[in-house]
């Protein structure tokens, strides 16, 4: 038989999983401000390199060596791809007779593509290096345990009849449930010494309660881009970037479900459309929601509502007959929208992406509907049998569901916040495992300015800087900067805060650039000068470098 299409499906399906992820870091990034929008892209791209090795080094082994007899984890027989010939199938649950080097190829991008989704926790909050050291050993703790669990012909979730197509409970509710520990460790836990580095108190900041009821007129007064919009004050800056990620995520998701079945055939078909059918009625269940909430039609809350739509289609697409995907994606929409609002939960999270109600929530939503929709019929498009779902008489396998997606969900929870503690403890004796970021200014942080060398190359800010005769000369069309030394203020400039000059000469006038205003500015009595236009392109780069190397800012975000 001419296996041929079917490798070449898989290494197709290969691309477009990897293809999600900088579809996801475009989506975090265009969400976030202009403060973390670089930092949140690099650290995609870094972690998936790491996680990637980790899954060439060992990973791949551990979760689907074919020797293992436990139920929990693999070994390392294929440690660094070894010990694999062309011949050896994977010890998974849909062996097709696909060889093992390709199957790992395949499975090495979902779990690159799990860190990726976690890496959104840390805009504006944590720091880059200790995600990294913390995505390697995640991944070697966290995912390869849970997805041998119901990945692995040994695992116990497999075991007992779980039903996970392609990632329910290892990618999202795993995702999910470690997000929201990361959360709790940047927000509320402290871990306090004295001076022989002995822990003296772990505490936790009790944080803002307050009782939330959903009503019409209470989500009229949030922003109006919806529950999912971001709401600690920082703008989403870009949201176009935001949604060509989403589109680009979507579009990888065809090989994330569809890829899954290792084969091309007509239960690869059925699991395409059921993935396409789940987004479309999410993102429009989400957005109608949205309209009878009283708020405008909005980009962010479809591609909220997609994304929910196909989080939770993902554990039962090659299982659900595609009708039972309108289900899946419109109720997962509603869920997720219900969890959104209430305003408690919001208050303790503060995570204004959401990760955890769209992938933990939407996980286990999905895997309970895995429980009522999967049909045997389905699986008999490739010649598997299966029990089915409720809809064939198989009540009990929605408990059994329920299992697997809570075990995964609190296993990765607390796994993760006790890897997180030992990495703050030693941070003690390791600064640079110190998980939160923090400004030099006091003020709220800017991963870009603070952590990366790119900044200055794509943005430059000048906020609100006098002129003076020294800065006039040099801003006028043609003039060269001088070489040497920050500018000399005018002695009047030099000795007063610029906010104390109600009285500006003519070459002692404010600029506005970038959007930004001081408080109280008046355009009508600060005008920009004949020769000090936002024509001149050249202009603000000018005054920007000499705001920068007088004390002002560089990658500060609009507002």
Not at 61 to 75: A, E, K, M, P, W
Not at 79 to 99: C, E, K, M, S
Not at 138 to 156: F, H, K, R
Not at 424 to 448: K, T
Request: include cysteine; hydrophobic fraction near 45%.
């Amino acid at each position: 038989m001419d296996t041929t299409g079917d490798y070449a499906w898989i290494m197709a399906s290969t691309a477009l999983v990897f293809m999600m992820v900088p579809g996801i870091a475009l989506f975090y990034s265009g969400l976030r401000s202009q403060t973390t929008a670089l930092s949140l892209i690099w650290l995609s791209m870094m972690a998936v390199s790491v996680v990637s090795i980790q899954w060439f080094l060992f990973g791949y082994s551990l979760v689907f060596t074919q020797t293992s007899t436990s139920r929990f984890i693999g070994n390392f027989k294929y440690a660094l791809f070894l010990n694999i010939d062309q011949d050896d199938a994977f010890a998974g649950v849909r062996a097709h007779d696909t060889p093992a080097m390709v199957f790992g190829l395949f499975q090495g991008m979902f779990a690159a593509f799990t860190i990726a989704l976690v890496t959104g926790v840390i805009a504006e909050k944590g720091r880059l290096l200790p995600f990294l050291i913390f995505s390697f050993f995640w991944t070697s703790l966290v995912y390869d345990p849970i997805a041998y669990w119901l990945w692995n012909e040994q695992g116990w979730g497999n075991h007992m009849g779980g039903l996970d197509w392609a990632g329910g409970t290892p990618v999202h509710i795993c995702s999910g449930a470690a997000t929201l520990a990361y959360t709790v460790m940047l927000k509320y836990i402290r871990v306090t010494t004295d001076d022989t580095h002995s822990i003296t108190s772990i505490s936790h900041d009790a944080g803002s309660w307050k009782k939330y009821i959903f009503s019409r007129a209470q989500r009229s007064k949030r922003l109006p881009s919806g529950p999912t919009a971001l709401e600690a004050g920082l703008e989403s800056h870009n949201m176009t970037n935001a949604m060509l990620g989403m589109l680009l995520v979507w579009f990888g998701w065809f090989g994330f479900n569809a890829g899954s079945e290792l084969k091309a055939n007509m239960r690869a078909v059925s699991t395409f459309i059921a993935t396409n059918i789940a987004a479309c009625s999410g993102g429009v269940a989400y957005t109608l929601l949205e309209r009878m909430a009283g708020q405008k039609w909005s980009g962010l809350g479809f591609c909220t509502g997609a994304f929910a739509g196909l989080v939770a289609i993902t554990p039962g697409a090659g299982y659900v007959p595609p009708w039972a995907a309108l289900i899946f994606g419109s109720t997962a929409a509603a869920v997720c929208f219900g969890f959104e609002a209430i305003k408690w939960l919001e208050d303790f999270l503060e995570e204004p992406l959401h990760i955890t109600i769209i992938h933990g929530v939407g996980g286990l939503w999905g895997m309970f509907l895995t429980g009522i929709f999967a049909d045997k019929n389905i699986a008999l498009l490739d010649g598997s049998v299966i029990d089915g779902g409720a809809i064939n008489g198989n009540g009990k396998q929605i408990p059994i569901q329920l299992a697997g997606g809570f075990g995964g969900f609190f296993y990765s929870f607390f796994a993760t916040l006790g890897l997180l503690i030992i990495m703050q403890f030693l941070s003690i004796y390791f600064p640079s495992l110190e998980l939160r970021a923090r400004s030099r200014r006091g003020a709220l942080v800017n991963l870009d300015e603070e952590e990366l060398e790119d900044t200055g190359a794509y943005r430059l800010t000048c906020r609100y800087h006098p002129l003076t005769h020294y800065e006039t000369q040099y801003s006028r069309p043609g003039s060269a900067l001088p070489q040497s030394g920050r500018p000399s203020l005018s002695p009047s400039i030099q000795n007063q805060p610029h906010h104390h000059h109600h009285h500006h000469s003519q070459h002692q006038q404010y600029i506005e650039m970038d959007g930004h205003s001081p408080t109280g500015y008046s355009h009508s009595q600060h005008h920009i000068g004949p020769h000090q236009t936002r024509s001149d392109v050249g202009l603000p780069a000018r005054i920007g470098q000499m705001a920068y190397d007088s004390g002002g800012s560089r990658g500060s975000g609009s507002r």
